[in-house]
């Protein structure tokens, strides 16, 4: 079932650039949205959490819920060659998270 | 910061044999989950355990598969029997259970079956 789905990309930016990474999910039960960025060999870690739609903003990550349109945005603004990993977006109305594939993004000095 | 810690990093096995994945997670975590994620694919729920038992589980797990906490620290998934379709990252992984607090990831066990 294809509740969360993602671009897997690979995404190449230069240093410095706006990265735009998006979902679409299907499940309109689902209310809180999560982006985990995953690096080789390890487990997601949570970047941003947010409940049900609008922005949160951390530092240089902006995390975007669009319910009306079941779409689910992360930028990265200023974007590092350190943000080189794959960005996976998440959603669950319970407890269970459902995952999209993951965007493999690479940031070249 | 606190970590979820999985043994081993790397588990190979033969196809029908048992494996036993383990885990410690966050001392004063509630809820405890497995994931798996195969090459190239999605993180995939398999199962949620609270209290002792089972909260909620996917169609992935089936019979083959059973958890355990089996003391005060540690937390395993055992396949019963593996297939060649199970080779994939195993993730454990903690938290409080409050409806979308944050979910630690431990750094996976990756299972070869051959």
């Known amino acids: 079932q294809k509740e969360v789905e993602q671009d897997p990309g690979p995404l190449s930016v230069p240093e410095g650039a706006i990265v735009s990474l998006n979902c679409t999910y299907s499940n309109s039960a689902f209310q809180y949205f999560m982006w985990y960025r995953q690096y080789s060999r390890k487990g997601p870690e949570l970047l941003m959490y947010?409940?049900?739609?609008g922005n949160k903003e951390d530092g240089r990550f902006t995390a975007q819920v669009d319910k009306s349109s079941k779409y689910i945005s992360l930028f990265i603004r200023d974007s590092q060659p350190s943000d080189s990993a794959t960005y996976l977006c998440?959603?669950?109305?319970?407890?269970?998270?459902?995952f999209g594939k993951g965007t493999s993004l690479l940031v070249t000095p | 910061e606190p970590e979820v810690t999985q043994t081993p990093s790397h588990q190979v096995t033969q196809m029908g044999q048992e494996v036993i994945l383990r885990c410690v997670p966050i001392s004063n975590h509630l809820y405890f989950y497995w994931y798996r994620q195969i090459l190239g694919q999605k993180v995939e729920f398999l199962v949620s355990?609270?209290?002792?038992?089972?909260?909620?589980k996917s169609e992935i797990f089936d019979d083959q598969f059973s958890v355990e906490r089996p003391d005060g620290s540690n937390f395993t998934l055992k396949i019963r029997s593996t297939k060649l379709e199970d080779s994939a990252m195993y993730f454990c992984a903690s938290n409080g259970g409050q409806p979308g607090e944050k979910l630690f990831f431990g750094s996976g066990t990756q299972l070869s079956v051959l």
């Open positions: 947010t409940y049900s739609s």
């Open positions: 355990f609270y209290n002792n038992e089972i909260s909620e």
């Open positions: 998440a959603s669950h109305s319970g407890y269970a998270l459902n």
